[in-house]
Every structure is written in C-alpha cells, then in structure tokens.
C-alpha cells in the first residue's frame, strides 16, 4: 500500500484513540479537499504485514482510522481491514466514494468495515455540526454491532491533537481547526 502517513494513537479521527493511517493517491480531487498533497504520486510503499504489526504492536487503540488520499485506491485494502478486525480492533473508513459504489466495485471489503464515512467532500456544503464528517452530502454508515449511531461521542466537539515526531510537527484532526493551528 502507498502511505502518506501514520499516527499511531490518536483521538481525532474517529471515536475512541485509534491508529490512523492516510493512503497516498486519491482521483476525485474534490475542490477544497483539506490533504491535496496526497493527490498524486508519493508516500511510502508498505506491506500489509508490517502495517498489521504495527497496529497490532500499538498498545490501547480500539481501531484503525483509514483516511486519504482515497484508500479504496489501495488493491490490498480488504486483507488490511480483515486483518485488522481479525485483532479484534474495528475498522473506520473514510471514502469519496458512495457505499453502492464500493460494494460494487470492492466485494466484500464492507464486510471489514465497522464505521464508514461516503461520498465526496463538498465544500459549497461544509458541516460542523457532525464530527469526524466534513460536509452534509456525506454519510456515516454503522456497518457492525461494534458501535450505534446514538454512541454519544459522534456527538462530542471536534478537536486537533498536536505532537512532535521524527519528521517534526504534526497536527491532525479537524480540519478548520488544524489549518489555524499550523499557521
Ligand atoms: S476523496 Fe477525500 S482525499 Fe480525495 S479529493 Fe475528496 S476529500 Fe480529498
């Protein structure tokens, strides 16, 4: 898989501390999209092993977040998301892609898919109001028993997390939010 990059235990991307993972390509180019660098060519080429051990080595988390980039883009996503909920750790996917399109065209990949958030990012319909979601033509999608729509933390403020690492700072969560603090 192309990775942009990690953070292995964050509270930011989705309920609980998770480790997040953002995919390095994306071909929808939405206007607005908040990671246009990861548009393109770039990142760093991993297996789905090391990925898993990495995961499977980072003490606490409840999950994996996958964000982009498109991750649907990666051919070796499905045995990711099995692996990781064969860790009995859940899985969070973020797509510019609508659920029929993936079930389409990703057979089986949903069924490794506890939460999913579908559908290009709009910036002409910006939403604040939901967290972990960026407009309101998108979708979130319960897809397993591992969580409910009413899971009271879908409904908590939105946040960033700021951390020093080796390539330096590094903010992530919302992403209004993280633009003003980078500046
Ligand atoms: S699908 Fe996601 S990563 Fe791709 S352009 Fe749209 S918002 Fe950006």
Redo the contacts with the bound molecule.
């Keep these: 898989m192309r990775i942009a990059h990690v953070v292995p235990d964050t509270d930011a991307e989705g309920p609980g501390r998770r480790f997040a993972l953002w995919t390095q390509g994306?071909s929808?180019?939405?206007k607005g999209?908040c990671?246009p660098e990861?548009?393109g060519p770039g990142g760093t080429e991993r297996s789905v092993d090391d990925l898993l051990a990495e995961i499977t080595s980072t003490p606490g988390i409840e999950g994996v977040s996958l964000l982009?980039?498109?991750p649907t883009e990666q051919s070796d996503l499905l045995a990711l998301c099995a692996g990781v909920q064969a860790a009995g750790l859940t899985v969070m996917l973020y797509s510019?892609h609508l659920r029929e399109t993936i079930e389409a065209r990703h057979p089986g990949l949903l069924d490794h898919v506890d939460l999913l958030v579908d559908g290009?990012?709009d910036v002409h319909q910006r939403d604040d109001s939901r967290r972990w979601i960026g407009s309101r033509n998108q979708r979130l999608h319960v897809l397993s028993s591992a969580y409910t729509h009413d899971d009271p933390r879908f409904a908590t403020a939105q946040t960033v997390e700021i951390r020093f690492d080796a390539d330096g700072l590094v903010v992530n969560g919302w992403p209004d939010l993280a633009r003003k603090v980078a500046r």
């Design positions: 994306c929808l180019r939405c999209c990671n990861l548009f982009g980039g498109e510019g290009p990012f």
